[in-house]
């Protein structure tokens, strides 16, 4: 019996291009903050402490929390993350803070 093997070749085209980043914010105070999280790694210990520490720093900071995105790799981790960007204009989020645990 003959084996026969897929091959791919190394300098085959990326199959995802680098994107340039989002420009950073010159401040958080009076911003609005989206937690989003892949409910993996201690972010319901993490989060509420440091958006404590984002309302201390920056006056006006409103933080919208993870639960309202839903569990970003979860059994509708495709659906939720292809939503994202419109769940963040509709809650007119200036920044995100993504938490990713293993």
Not at 16 to 30: E, I, W, Y
Not at 56 to 81: M, T
Request: hydrophobic share 40%.
């Amino acid at each position: 019996m003959e084996t026969t093997y897929d091959v791919v070749w190394p300098k085959a085209p990326r199959g995802a291009q680098a994107k340039r980043p989002a420009a950073r914010l010159d401040t958080l105070v009076g911003k609005r903050i989206a937690f989003a999280w892949d409910y993996l790694f201690r972010g319901d210990e993490l989060f509420p402490v440091l958006a404590d520490e984002l309302r201390r720093r920056y006056e006006g900071v409103e933080i919208v929390n993870y639960d309202v995105f839903g569990n970003l790799h979860g059994p509708q981790e495709h659906e939720l993350v292809n939503a994202l960007p419109d769940a963040l204009a509709m809650h007119r989020i200036d920044g995100v803070v993504s938490g990713n645990g293993c």
